[in-house]
T-cell receptor
Framework: AQSVAQPEDQVNVAEGNPLTVKCTYS??????LFWYVQYPNRGLQFLLK??????LVKGSYGFEAEFNKSQTSFHLKKPSALVSDSALYFC?????????FGAGTRLTVKP | NAGVTQTPKFRVLKTGQSMTLLCAQD?????MYWYRQDPGMGLRLIHY???????AKGEVPDGYNVSRLKKQNFLLGLESAAPSQTSVYFC??????????FGPGTRLTVL
C-alpha cells in the first residue's frame, strides 16, 4: 500500500533562513506525490505535486520540492523563510482511488 | 466560484444523536472525499466517491454513512454519535485522482 512518513513533528527556523520539511514515501509503482499546507482553522491548500519529469518541482508561495528516487524522499524546501510560512505541512501520496497523508509537520518561523 | 463548501462549520452533539454534514463543490469534479483530522494523526479517509451514485469505504468508515445523490454534493451521516467521533471533518474533491481541493472544515464535538 502507498504511504508517506514525515519524520519531524516540528521544525523551527529563523526568518530569512532556508527551510526543509522532510517526507519519505513507500509505493509500488510510480509515485505521485503532493505537498499541502494548512493554516490555523482552515482547510488544506495545495502547494505542489510531482507526477513525472524534473526532480525539482516548483510550487506556490516560493516553495519547491525535490524528488529523490534512490532515497525515496520528497522534501519540501524554501530558500528564505517568512514568518507567514508558519503552518502545518502535509505530504501525501496518491493511492488507487484515494490520497494517503502523512501525520503533518508544524513549521514555526521566528522573526 | 466557491470551490468546496461545508455546512455546518461547528456542531455540538450529545452521545447518541444523529447529524448530517453537507459538502458541495462547483468544480464539476468526479471524485469526492470525507476525512477526519485528529491531533498527531494527520488526515484519515472515512469514505469516498468516484462518481454520482457511488460510494466506497476508506480507512476509518465505522460509525459513518455517506450518500452521493448528486454529482456536486457528498453527505456524511452519523447515525448515533459517540465521543470518539469528536474531530474536525474535511471534505475534498478532485478530478479523478489528481489534486484534491479541500473545504474549510466542520468542527464536531460529541459530549
Amino acid at each position: 500500500a502507498q504511504s508517506v512518513a514525515q519524520p519531524e513533528d516540528q521544525v523551527n527556523v529563523a526568518e530569512g533562513n532556508p527551510l526543509t520539511v522532510k517526507c519519505t514515501y513507500s509505493v509500488s509503482g510510480n509515485p505521485y506525490l503532493f505537498w499541502y499546507v494548512q493554516y490555523p482553522n482552515r482547510g488544506l491548500q495545495f502547494l505542489l505535486k510531482y507526477i513525472t519529469g524534473d526532480n525539482l518541482v516548483k510550487g506556490s508561495y516560493g516553495f519547491e520540492a525535490e524528488f529523490n528516487k534512490s532515497q525515496t524522499s520528497f522534501h519540501l524546501k524554501k530558500p528564505s523563510a517568512l514568518v507567514s510560512d508558519s503552518a502545518l505541512y502535509f505530504c501525501a501520496v496518491r493511492g488507487d482511488n484515494d490520497m494517503r497523508f502523512g501525520a503533518g509537520t508544524r513549521l514555526t518561523v521566528k522573526p | 466560484n466557491a470551490g468546496v463548501t461545508q455546512t455546518p462549520k461547528f456542531r455540538v452533539l450529545k452521545t447518541g444523536q444523529s447529524m448530517t454534514l453537507l459538502c458541495a463543490q462547483d468544480m464539476n469534479h468526479e471524485y469526492m472525499y470525507w476525512y477526519r483530522q485528529d491531533p498527531g494523526m494527520g488526515l484519515r479517509l472515512i469514505h469516498y466517491s468516484v462518481g454520482e451514485g457511488t460510494t466506497a469505504k476508506g480507512e476509518v468508515p465505522d460509525g459513518y454513512n455517506v450518500s452521493r445523490l448528486k454529482k456536486q454534493n457528498f453527505l456524511l451521516g452519523l447515525e448515533s454519535a459517540a465521543p470518539s467521533q469528536t474531530s474536525v471533518y474535511f471534505c475534498a474533491s478532485s478530478q479523478r485522482q489528481d489534486t484534491q481541493y479541500f473545504g474549510p472544515g466542520t468542527r464536531l464535538t460529541v459530549l
